[in-house]
Structure formats: C-alpha cells, structure tokens
C-alpha cells in the first residue's frame, strides 16, 4: 500500500485508538475533540472518506460514524504503531527481576500466559518447545500376512517400529517400494518426496504415507502441548458475547493450538495475523499477536495472545516479545 498522506495517518490513528477504547464508531467532530486534530471537522469528515475510499475504514450504518476495516488494522500495524504503553514496559521490568522459581518448565508457562492474559484482556497461549521435524535416514519394509512392519530410522540413529495393518494383496509391493525408498533417501533427501511415487505402487505407497504421517502426528502430540488461559477476559469483548461465536476458537485451541501457530508466514506479517489473513477459518473474525523462543536444544515454542482485531496491538506485541525474550534467555 502506497504510504498515506499526514492528514490521513492522523485520522486513520485516531479511529483506531478511538473503537479499541470504545468499541463505538466515530465521527470527525469527536476526533478533533478527544485527539486535538489540528484540523476543522470537516477537514478530518473529508480525510475519513478518502481513507473510507482506500478500504482502510468502514461506515457500519448509513448514519454511523466510522470503524477501522481489516485493511486498516493492517496498515496500522504495519505504519502507525505507536510506542508500547506503561504495562508493557511494566512487564518487562517484571520479567527482568523473574527468577525460575518453579519446579517444572509448565508451572512457568502457566505463571507467565496468566500474567499476559491479565496484563492484555486476551486469551494468551504459549507452547512448549518441540523439537523440529526429524529427518529420515532409512525405511525397511517387512509383510507378514494381513501386517506390515515398518523400521523407521531417524536422523541421530532414533529408531522407531510401526505395525500396520495391511491388505494382503499388498504385500508383492513392499519389495519395489522399498527400493524407492531407499533410492529417495540415499540421494541426499530427508523426506519422501510422495509426488514422485511410481503409479503402480500408489496403494501400497499411500499405506506407508499414511503410517508415517501417523507416527509424525503422534510424536508431536507427546512432545507438544499449550498452556492457554484468559477465556473469562475474552468472553468480556464485545466481539464475543455470544457463545456461538467463541466455539471454533475455544475448539482450535484446545484440540489443535498449532494450528492457531503458523510459525513460518507469520514473520512476514512482523509477528500479526488481522482476520481473514490467518488461514484458519475459526480466527476470521481475530488477531494473532505471536512470537517465538528456543531452547538450548533447538527445540522451539511460541507465545501468542489472540483476541478481536480491536486490540491494543502495541501493547500485545510488546508483552508477547517480551516474554518469548526471558524463556530464549532462560532455556538458551
């Protein structure tokens, strides 16, 4: 997006700052009041239809003031952030004095995903660390009868059994599709590279897929895990009043918190996801403020808070960063 002109950033600022404290739409005459625009209302009515034209402000009703689009949000983040206010800076001085005086690494998590939640309003959820994905370094294939036996090796020498059960039908294949395998992984690959599976061994080889996917699935479900708190602050937001309308996130993050997690795409949004650009449905209509850490390990976490697109983005992702900043610092 091109950058605005100066009127418009104000105006554009103002209304931002004006719906997260109020959840109300707003006109001109207000902003020149509250915000001491130096500008005559119909200077800022006249900056509010270009930025209404822009798709960076919406009207809700013909006789409505305005309220920041999702686009708005974004340029927002992007241009307009302003300074974190005094509790985040609080935080991180809190967080400065933190000795680890738990017994587990979940007493801290849960210490610390409160303190956010307080502090913000929001629901917060951080993650454990997981390790990243393991490479393959080899795959044998045993059929015996109605089973397969799968030996899976993993970079670090980690071995792993997997018993499947398996059309007997099947079993003339294992040989041919065991050769793929191995040609797959002996040429530098640490995946299999399913795309290029021969079509006359498509059953048995998306028997094997499904088995390894299984077992990737569930190696992480032991590793992982998320501490999640801040529903009763959640449920205070306007946005959310009606239970329906919490449910697809209330399921996703308890059933699957790394999905609300996308890890990789998210930097190039510097941490934010703004509705629709998140690519889960059940988070639409909300904003992910998130960051990661790392243990000494490798392994890596994420801390995040997730509430309606009308939050104080400033203040979240500076308390977000910071506490991804002390468990760097503490598990490093």
């Known amino acids: 997006m091109q950058p605005l002109p100066r009127r418009q950033q104000e105006v554009l600022q103002a209304t931002v700052r004006h719906y997260v404290d109020t959840t109300e739409p707003v006109g001109s005459q207000t902003l020149v009041k509250r915000f001491g625009l130096q500008a005559s209302p119909a200077t800022v009515r006249s900056a509010m239809g270009a930025l209404e034209q822009r798709g960076l402000l919406t009207q809700p009703h013909t006789s409505a003031g305005r309220v920041p689009s999702e686009l708005g949000y974004r340029h927002y983040v992007?241009?307009?952030?302003?300074?974190?206010?005094?509790?985040a800076n609080q935080l991180e001085r809190e967080l400065t004095g933190l000795s680890l005086q738990w017994a587990a690494l979940?007493?801290?998590?849960?210490?610390?995903?409160?303190?956010?939640?307080?502090?913000?309003?929001?629901?917060?959820?951080?993650?454990?660390?997981?390790?990243?994905?393991?490479?393959?370094?080899?795959?044998?294939?045993?059929?015996?009868?109605?089973?397969?036996l799968v030996l899976v090796v993993e970079e670090g020498a980690a071995s792993r059994c997997l018993n499947l059960r398996m059309p007997a039908e099947l079993g003339a294949q294992m040989g041919a599709l065991?050769?793929?395998?191995?040609?797959?992984?002996?040429?530098?690959?640490?995946?299999?590279?399913?795309?290029?599976?021969?079509?006359?061994?498509?059953?048995?080889?998306?028997?094997?897929?499904?088995?390894?996917?299984?077992?990737?699935?569930?190696?992480?479900?032991?590793?992982?895990?998320?501490?999640?708190?801040?529903?009763?602050?959640?449920?205070?937001?306007?946005?959310?009043?009606?239970?329906?309308?919490l449910r697809p996130l209330l399921q996703l993050v308890e059933?699957?918190?790394?999905?609300?997690?996308?890890?990789?795409?998210?930097?190039?949004?510097?941490?934010?996801?703004?509705?629709?650009?998140?690519?889960?449905?059940?988070?639409?209509?909300?904003?992910?403020?998130?960051?990661?850490?790392?243990?000494?390990?490798?392994?890596?976490?994420h801390v995040a808070l997730i509430g309606p697109m009308r939050m104080a983005y400033a203040t979240a992702r500076s308390a977000v960063q910071a506490v991804a900043a002390y468990l760097d610092r503490l598990l490093g």
């Open 78 to 87: 992007d241009c307009l952030l302003p300074a974190p206010g005094a509790a």
């Open 106 to 148: 979940d007493d801290l998590l849960l210490q610390l995903g409160q303190r956010l939640a307080d502090l913000t309003g929001l629901m917060s959820l951080i993650t454990r660390p997981e390790e990243p994905r393991s490479s393959l370094q080899a795959v044998r294939l045993v059929p015996r009868d109605d089973r397969l």
């Open 178 to 245: 065991e050769r793929w395998a191995c040609e797959q992984l002996s040429s530098g690959g640490r995946q299999l590279n399913w795309g290029s599976l021969p079509r006359q061994l498509s059953s048995s080889g998306e028997l094997l897929r499904q088995g390894l996917a299984s077992h990737q699935q569930s190696r992480s479900s032991s590793r992982s895990g998320a501490v999640s708190l801040g529903l009763g602050g959640l449920m205070q937001q306007p946005e959310f009043e009606r239970s329906e309308s």
């Open 255 to 301: 059933l699957e918190p790394q999905q609300v997690l996308q890890s990789t795409a998210v930097l190039e949004r510097g941490g934010v996801w703004i509705g629709s650009e998140h690519p889960h449905p059940a988070l639409r209509h909300c904003a992910v403020v998130q960051a990661s850490y790392s243990s000494r390990s490798g392994s890596v976490g």
